[in-house]
Antibody, heavy 117, light 111 residues
Framework: EVQLVQSGAEGKKPGESLKISCKGS????????IGWVRQMPGKGLEWMGI????????RYSPSFQGQVTISADKSISTAYLQWSSLKASDTAMYYC??????????WGQGTRVTVSS | QSVLTQPPSVSAAAGQKVTISCSGS????????VSWYQQFPGTVPKLLIF???KRPSGIPDRFSGSKSGTSATLGITGLQTGDEADYYC????????????FGGGTKLTVL
């Protein structure tokens, strides 16, 4: 069974750093893209970027380029999304999702990030 | 403001049919496959349609997808109250570099 299991909810202060994770199982992790999607409270889905764990090829949405870093460690089937300096506006639910090529078929359960002073 | 335009809301009576549009351009829908996602409040998005018109295993045939030119459409027949959710279209965009875009989402209300 394909599963993407994300790390737990985080509560941080502005300016702090954060790295959340997404662990894949039940399939060849290196062979599928993993995308990250933001959903701010009461808002729609926003695609942040994507990584191919097999060779770490990474692409970012222009809206998120330079704001976050996406990485992956194929040896432990885990992808990451990290911030170096969080802002209150980063408060959102973050989903990882597996992307064969032209769609996202399996989604993680989401990681809620709250940034507040 | 997404490059894919969806109506913010649609509504129809139970048992009827509804369509949700997703309008884009030649840099996205016009040259790429479209997928659709269903999201109930507080839950994880779920793939509903991929490659314009294909249904994943387990998705009932009441749900259909189509694409024409730079627009795509999600159709739902035999509406049920359990279909009330937010629906999003998505595709690749290659106007700058290749990146994925979602539509703004459409809230379906079943009357």
């Amino acid at each position: 069974e394909v599963q993407l299991v994300q790390s737990g909810a985080e509560g941080k202060k502005p300016g702090e750093s954060l790295k959340i994770s997404c662990k894949g199982s039940g399939y060849s992790f290196s062979s599928y893209w993993i995308g990250w999607v933001r959903q701010m409270p009461g808002k729609g889905l926003e695609w942040m970027g994507i990584i191919f764990p097999g060779d770490s090829d990474t692409r970012y949405s222009p809206s998120f380029q330079g704001q976050v870093t996406i990485s992956a460690d194929k040896s432990i089937s885990t992808a990451y999304l990290q911030w170096s300096s969080l802002k209150a506006s980063d408060t959102a639910m973050y989903y990882c999702a597996r992307g064969p090529d032209d769609y996202f078929d399996y989604w993680g359960q989401g990681t809620r990030v709250t940034v507040s002073s | 403001q997404s490059v894919l335009t969806q109506p913010p809301s649609v509504s129809a009576a139970a048992g009827q049919k509804v369509t949700i549009s997703c309008s884009g351009s030649s840099s996205n829908i016009g040259n790429n496959y479209v997928s659709w996602y269903q999201q109930f409040p507080g839950t994880v998005p779920k793939l509903l349609i991929f490659d314009n018109n294909k249904r994943p295993s387990g998705i009932p045939d009441r749900f259909s997808g189509s694409k024409s030119g730079t627009s795509a459409t999600l159709g739902i027949t035999g509406l049920q109250t359990g279909d009330e959710a937010d629906y999003y279209c998505g595709t690749w965009d290659s106007s700058l570099s290749a990146y994925w875009v979602f539509g703004g989402g459409t809230k379906l209300t079943v009357l």
